[in-house]
């Protein structure tokens, strides 16, 4: 166990619906990424918040939306949902702001039909 | 722009032989080089990293090299088990982009008994 929480690990749904994907960092993070990984592609960065703020955004579609609480855990929203949508969604944490490596959560598989 | 090379994206060795995977980066102001092991069905987990004051690390079977000049770092298995077996990625740190990471698209490697 990581640390780093992830809920559902997998999540079916129809073509134009709406999910929530939810990470609760490893006690003590700050920082709160998200990632990408298709079928054969690398890790794709999606956005990252730090201490409840927004910090970078990388490869994010508009369909797509994140925010981090007061407590720290994280949701990612992807509505309007297309086939192409369907990966393995990674949540990381860390301490500082880009210090050092990442811890990783064990993902949610979203497949989209 | 940001970008991380990797090489080989499959990797076969049989149990005992040394592997090796390279990476390549872009930005010489990059400062720290961490690598992951993802595991099936797992989140990527952090193995080793590597600092730009150093030139290698080394950790029981598990070495990283790093070459500044060339921009290349490079991670040795060796003596390599059946369970190293997964799909390891390499990534660097970008100070002029926010300290994000950017990762290198995997290598897939499989140690055959």
């Known amino acids: ?3 780093v929480t992830q809920t559902p690990k997998h999540l079916i749904t129809a073509t134009g619906q709406r999910v929530t994907l ?3 960092p490893r006690s003590g993070d700050l920082s709160v990424y998200w990632y990408q990984q298709s079928l054969d592609q690398g890790l794709q960065f999606l956005i990252q918040y ?3 703020e927004e910090r970078a955004k990388g490869n994010i579609l ?4 994140a925010q981090q609480f007061p407590d720290l855990h994280s949701e990612l929203n992807l ?8 990966a393995l969604y990674f949540c990381a944490s860390s301490k500082e702001w880009g210090l050092n490596g990442y811890t990783f959560g064990s993902g949610t598989r979203l497949t989209v039909v | 722009g940001e970008n991380v ?3 080989p994206s499959t990797l076969s060795v049989q149990e005992g032989d040394s592997a090796v995977i390279k990476c390549t980066y872009s930005d010489s102001a990059s400062n720290y080089f961490p690598w992951y092991k993802q595991e099936l069905g797992k989140g990527p987990q952090l193995i080793i990293d ?5 030139g290698e690390k080394k950790d029981q079977r598990i070495a990283v090299t790093l070459n500044k000049t060339a921009k290349h770092f490079s991670l040795h298995i060796t003596e390599t088990q059946p369970e190293d077996s997964a799909v390891y990625f390499c990534a660097a740190r970008y100070p002029n982009t926010g300290n994000q990471f950017y990762f290198g698209t995997g290598t897939s490697l499989t140690v055959i008994p």
């Open chain 1, 79 to 86: 509505s309007s949902l297309e086939l192409g949508d369907s």
């Open chain 2, 5 to 7: 090379e990797q090489h």
């Open chain 1, 22 to 24: 939810r990470c609760s």
């Open chain 1, 62 to 65: 508009e369909r797509f939306s």
């Open chain 1, 1 to 3: 166990d990581s640390g």
């Open chain 1, 50 to 52: 730090y201490n409840g």
């Open chain 2, 50 to 54: 590597i600092r730009s004051n150093v």
